[in-house]
């Protein structure tokens, strides 16, 4: 089984401020790992994803996340937070290749991203 | 390129009522999930659709029901509503089962009162 540990609900940062938003994974066989983006009333928008590649993995609007298999963590960075960063962030984990079935997401419950002016 | 689309965005139903909500997957998708994302909480798998079969699912009760037709657009049936499954429900694309590009629609507002 697999699951996501998204430690605390909320964080906020001054803009201009660095952006760290933690995720912790568990899976029985090499994961997938991804982070979307969900604004006010919208769905979800991929970020960025980790597919056994490289460990450094680099997004849209300047994020960043890196894949440390020793910690199983994949946290989220963002050197400058821009006001437009406001919203809900999710890291979810799938199964990978090797088991043909990694379309299926397992999330955390998210982390609400205030940026103060 | 159209992206994954859904409709109805919001709608409101009774308790015991039926719903039928609709999804159109991104092009060159043909593997549809539908997840149920209550109020403060991340996305819940609820299924997965490929060559028109049900492939995998999630914990929900068998009110949760679904389709794929052959153009891959999707269908999620909930039957005898009940007041927990007021929740935004989100429907993902990927370019087949073991694809790892995984799109979400806007999702569809289901309250139920």
């Known amino acids: 089984a697999q699951s996501v540990t998204q430690l605390g609900s909320h964080v906020s940062v001054s803009e201009g401020a660095l952006v760290l938003l933690r995720c912790n994974y568990s899976?029985?066989?090499?994961?997938?790992l991804f982070w979307y983006v969900q604004y006010p009333n919208q769905g979800l928008q991929l970020l960025l994803k980790?597919?056994?590649?490289?460990?450094l993995v680099k997004g849209i609007n300047g994020f960043e996340a890196e894949f440390k298999k020793s910690e199983t963590s994949f946290h989220l960075t963002k050197p400058s937070a821009h006001m437009s960063d406001a919203a809900e962030y999710f890291c979810?984990?799938?199964?990978?290749?090797?088991?043909?079935?990694?379309?299926?997401?397992?999330f955390g419950k998210g982390i609400t991203l205030s940026v103060r002016p | 390129d159209a992206g994954v689309t859904q409709s109805p965005t919001h709608l409101i139903k009774t308790r015991g009522q039926q719903v039928t909500l609709r999804c159109s997957p991104k092009s060159g998708h043909d593997t549809v999930s539908w997840y149920q994302q209550a109020l403060g909480q991340g996305p819940q798998f609820i299924f997965q659709?490929?060559?028109?079969?049900?492939?995998q699912r999630g914990n929900f009760p068998d009110r949760f029901s679904g389709h794929q037709f052959p153009n891959y657009s999707s269908e999620l049936n909930v039957n005898a509503l009940l007041l927990g499954d007021s929740a935004l429900y989100l429907c993902?694309?990927?370019?087949?089962?073991?694809?790892?590009?995984?799109?979400f629609g806007e999702g569809s507002w289901l309250t139920v009162v």
């Open positions: 980790y597919t056994s590649a490289a460990t």
């Open positions: 993902a694309s990927s370019p087949g089962i073991s694809g790892n590009t995984i799109y």
């Open positions: 979810a984990v799938s199964e990978s290749i090797y088991t043909g079935a990694n379309s299926k997401l397992t």
């Open positions: 659709y490929y060559e028109e079969e049900e492939r």
């Open positions: 899976s029985s066989v090499p994961p997938y």
